[in-house]
């Protein structure tokens, strides 16, 4: 942890101010990296991602009830969880699913076709863990 004016700083998250922004931020990450493990997104989310996700190590888990597509079983390994994971959100009951990457993991809040809210978390040992979190749920979900 770096020392900024005597004191040890650390950023932890960001939550974007609109879903596009968040969007945009998730697409510019998968240009610049190698390793993305993806769970339980929008399938429309996913749809617009694919075409990036071409040449990636990588590993997708949709979320309950979902199918992979022809061209995604192509595009990489797919499950599919067995799991019901969610989150409250304002009162309601939303999904909740993730892109990470090895240093960073954007946390997506959704409902229906509709992006509630995009997070980003940074700080090192959490995504760690995150990243342990999916290889539990790859192992349990349904391969295709």
Same mark, same amino acid.
């Given at each position: 942890?770096?020392?900024?004016?005597?004191?040890? *700083?650390?950023?932890?998250?960001?939550?974007? *101010?609109?879903?596009?922004?968040?969007?945009? !931020? &998730? +697409?510019?990450? &998968?240009? +610049?990296?190698?390793?993305?493990?993806?769970?339980?997104?929008?399938?429309?989310?996913?749809?617009? #991602?694919?075409?990036?996700? *071409?040449?990636?190590?990588?590993?997708?888990?949709?979320?309950?009830?979902?199918?992979?597509? +022809?061209? #995604?079983?192509? #595009?990489?390994?797919?499950?599919?969880?067995?799991?019901?994971?969610?989150?409250?959100?304002?009162?309601?009951?939303?999904?909740?699913?993730?892109?990470?990457?090895?240093?960073?993991?954007?946390?997506?809040?959704?409902?229906?076709? !509709?992006? #509630?809210?995009?997070?980003?978390?940074?700080?090192?040992?959490?995504? +760690?863990?995150?990243?342990?979190?999916?290889?539990?749920?790859?192992?349990?979900?349904?391969?295709?």
């Amino acid at each position: 942890m770096p020392i900024v004016d005597g004191r040890y *700083e650390a950023k932890i998250s960001t939550t974007f *101010e609109t879903p596009e922004d968040g969007i945009d !931020e &998730i +697409k510019k990450r &998968i240009n +610049k990296s190698r390793k993305i493990r993806i769970n339980g997104i929008p399938m429309g989310l996913l749809d617009e #991602l694919k075409p990036l996700l *071409e040449k990636k190590d990588l590993k997708i888990i949709l979320p309950l009830g979902e199918k992979p597509s +022809k061209d #995604l079983k192509e #595009l990489c390994d797919v499950g599919t969880t067995k799991a019901k994971i969610y989150a409250e959100f304002g009162g309601q009951e939303v999904n909740t699913g993730s892109v990470a990457f090895p240093s960073l993991i954007y946390n997506i809040i959704w409902l229906g076709d !509709e992006i #509630l809210q995009i997070s980003a978390l940074e700080y090192s040992s959490c995504v +760690k863990c995150m990243l342990e979190s999916f290889e539990g749920g790859w192992r349990y979900s349904k391969k295709w």
